[in-house]
């Protein structure tokens, strides 16, 4: 299945008064790495919303923490498919300093059509499954510009 990475810089404001990563930014790194990953393959949540009235939202979320992160570590965030279902999307996330696997976890979304102020689940069309359960040749690696500052 397809599969995607991400690498970000741990903030200051990342971090608890210990400087060890508050808990809830794994979250929003899940989240973060979710939209790069739709997006290396043609998926623009963005897109997805102003052409196709297409929007991914978060139904489920998981997250289990391995191993401390630390103010300026450098983390990648490892991002595959799941499982695809008729309506929803379920991805799969792994937190890394260097090779040491930090956290892990998922995101299920739904494949959800927003129209005349209402929202539904509608089915997830089959070559947009196709892509999404195809092996890639090369992983992608999203590099952060701020990683170089």
């Known amino acids: 299945m397809r599969q ?23 979250f929003k790194w899940f989240d973060i ?21 297409i929007i991914l ?6 997250c289990t923490f391995e191993k401390p992160l630390y103010y300026d570590d450098i983390i990648t965030i490892k991002t595959r498919v799941e499982e695809i279902h008729r309506k929803t999307i379920k991805l799969s ?8 696997r930090t956290g892990y976890g998922y995101e ?4 959800v059509k927003e129209e005349d102020g209402k929202i539904f689940a509608v089915p997830i069309p089959d070559e ?3 892509l999404l359960l195809k092996e890639r040749e090369k992983e992608n ?7 170089s500052a």
């Not at 979710?34 to 196709?52: M, T, V, W």
């Not at 939202?57 to 998981?62: K, Q, S, V």
């Open 4 to 26: 995607n990475q991400f690498q970000i810089r741990v903030n200051w404001g990342d971090t608890d008064k210990a400087g060890i990563v508050y808990y809830p930014n794994y």
């Open 33 to 53: 790495a979710g939209h790069q990953f739709f997006r290396s393959a043609g998926l623009s949540p963005a897109e997805l919303a102003d052409k196709q009235q």
């Open 57 to 62: 939202p978060l139904l489920d979320a998981r």
């Open 93 to 100: 996330h792994e937190v890394y300093r260097d090779e040491e």
């Open 108 to 111: 299920l979304r739904g494949w």
């Open 128 to 130: 947009v499954k196709d």
């Open 141 to 147: 690696l999203s590099v952060n510009p701020w990683l």
